[in-house]
């Protein structure tokens, strides 16, 4: 069975369509990085995982293993897809390696955060 979509306006209104695409367009920049985030931050470890960078500023993986109760190869494994994503940086102390959130990618976490962290004063 084909499912057709038929559309039944009597005219497109094209100024309209022509400023939504150039809409779009200009800001496909930010829907690429939104959609990166997204994508990280809809797996719920990794969730926490930024969480918990937001709340600390800097942790190692063992720390974060601990907190949220879960293997080192696990963790390393989260924090692997989030650091190719871009999302967090690491810094080497010894043998320690510790992570934290890229500056520049913060303002949408927060945002993102604050509403986890609202939502708990709420419940």
Request: net charge positive; hydrophobic share 40%; with cysteine.
């Amino acid at each position: 069975m084909k499912l057709e979509i038929i559309c039944t306006r009597a005219e497109a209104n094209h100024t309209q369509l022509l400023n939504c695409q150039a809409t779009i367009e200009s800001l496909d920049n930010g829907f690429q990085q939104m959609t990166k985030l997204l994508s990280i931050a809809g797996n719920e470890v990794r969730l926490k995982i930024l969480f918990l960078l937001n709340m600390e500023k800097e942790l190692c993986p063992c720390d974060i293993a601990d907190i949220l109760k879960m293997s080192m190869p696990a963790i390393s494994q989260h924090i692997r897809k989030i650091k190719d994503a871009g999302f967090i940086v690491s810094r080497r102390e010894g043998q320690t390696l510790y992570y934290s959130l890229v500056n520049s990618e913060t303002q949408v976490l927060d945002n993102i955060l604050s509403s986890i962290k609202s939502s708990r004063k709420s419940a």
